[in-house]
């Protein structure tokens, strides 16, 4: 079993910055493909990056792509979000996921059977 903790959130202005960490423990990631989801209030949660096991490929939501940037230290069984040119529309809890089989799907939540219990992004405007 693999655990997932978010960590990073909180509230900034409109284009400030923030960076999210995803601390992984129970066992090692680095086979894994992993993803960071969002789910504003009263919204569907929504896919905003995802990496590949070695740290490649990297996809990402048309909302966040060119602002956003995933990366990931297997080292440190860690995977982070860097995001920039924050807007009041990224408002929402960020949830961190594992994906074992690395499929093709990475843009679903069913593709990933792990989950962190998310950290709150507030963005005033």
């Known amino acids: 079993q693999v655990q997932l903790l978010e960590s990073g959130g909180g509230l900034v202005q409109a284009g400030e910055s923030l960076r999210l960490s995803c601390a992984a423990s129970g066992r090692t990631i680095s086979s894994y493909a992993m993803g960071w989801f969002r789910q504003a209030p009263g919204k569907e949660r929504e896919f905003v990056a995802t990496?590949?096991?070695?740290?490649?490929?990297?996809y990402y939501g048309t909302s966040v792509k060119g602002r956003f940037t995933i990366s990931r230290d297997n080292a440190k069984n860690t995977v982070y979000l860097q995001m920039n040119s924050l807007k009041y529309a990224d408002t929402a809890v960020y949830y961190c996921a594992a994906d074992p089989d690395s499929g093709s799907y990475y843009y679903t939540d069913d593709e990933y059977d792990y989950w962190g219990p998310g950290t709150q992004v507030t963005v005033s405007s």
């Open positions: 990496i590949g096991h070695n740290g490649t490929p990297t």
